[in-house]
């Protein structure tokens, strides 16, 4: 009875484990001083590793209007920019179009419900201004909240996050008192996903194979005992 007792509460603090709410993984990479998507290599770097976890998500560059399954509150889409690189610009390759925010905050809102998102900044001069911060409602009703890095004279950045399985129905980008472009959205379900439900087993299959485990060793004692 000892034995059953202890392999199914072994099994059941794992299952447990699997599906606590975790942390969201951030992928972030920042340039300074940067004039151009070409400046930015930390920051392509880290949009790199970013979509090849998450996968394929939904893309946005400002390039045409906003889709249907996306709302962006905050902000407005421009041609060039009111003062230069250091207010940000366009990261599309070939492509023209960016969104400036003048301070305040821009908020993404999803149609469908998403657990990845990253983008592009630039204009950033975070030793001057309070810390930005990217911020959204994750499904267990818990506010997450992560500081953008440091980035300098300019700088640039990506920025972007995955929280397995969530569903994430809005993220507000606070941008403070900085003058900011932000381009080449990437948001969606991630295709890579460990916490995916499916993968943990359910409590009435943990409770037949503790029983199985069970079974086994008395199996095994009897046949010991038959043996001497």
Do not use: W
Not at 81 to 109: I, K, Y
Not at 194 to 205: A, H, K, L, N, Q
Request: proline content about 4%.
């Amino acid at each position: 009875m000892k034995m059953k007792l202890k392999v199914i509460a072994t099994l059941s603090l794992s299952v447990m484990g699997l599906s606590a709410n975790a942390v969201p993984v951030t992928y972030l990479g920042t340039d300074d001083s940067v004039a151009s998507l070409a400046d930015m290599v930390n920051s392509q770097a880290a949009a790199s590793n970013f979509l090849s976890v998450a996968g394929n998500l939904n893309v946005f560059d400002f390039e045409a209007p906003v889709p249907s399954n996306l709302t962006i509150s905050g902000g407005s889409t421009v041609n060039g920019s009111s003062c230069g690189a250091l207010c940000g610009f366009n990261t599309t390759v070939g492509g023209a179009l960016h969104r400036e925010v003048f301070g305040g905050s821009v908020t993404f809102s999803f149609a469908d419900p998403v657990d990845a998102f990253g983008f592009y900044v630039n204009g950033l001069q975070t030793d001057l201004v309070p810390q930005q911060t990217i911020e959204y409602v994750d499904g267990s009703s818990a506010t997450q909240i992560i500081n953008f890095p440091t980035a300098l004279g300019g700088g640039g950045a990506f920025v972007g996050f995955i929280d397995f399985g969530q569903l994430i129905s809005s993220v507000t980008f606070n941008a403070t008192n900085d003058i900011l472009g932000f381009d080449d959205l990437r948001f969606g379900r991630s295709e890579n996903n460990p916490g995916d439900p499916v993968s943990v087993p359910e409590p009435g299959s943990i409770a037949l194979l503790g029983l199985g485990l069970l079974g086994l060793g008395i199996a095994r004692r009897r046949k010991s005992d038959n043996s001497v």
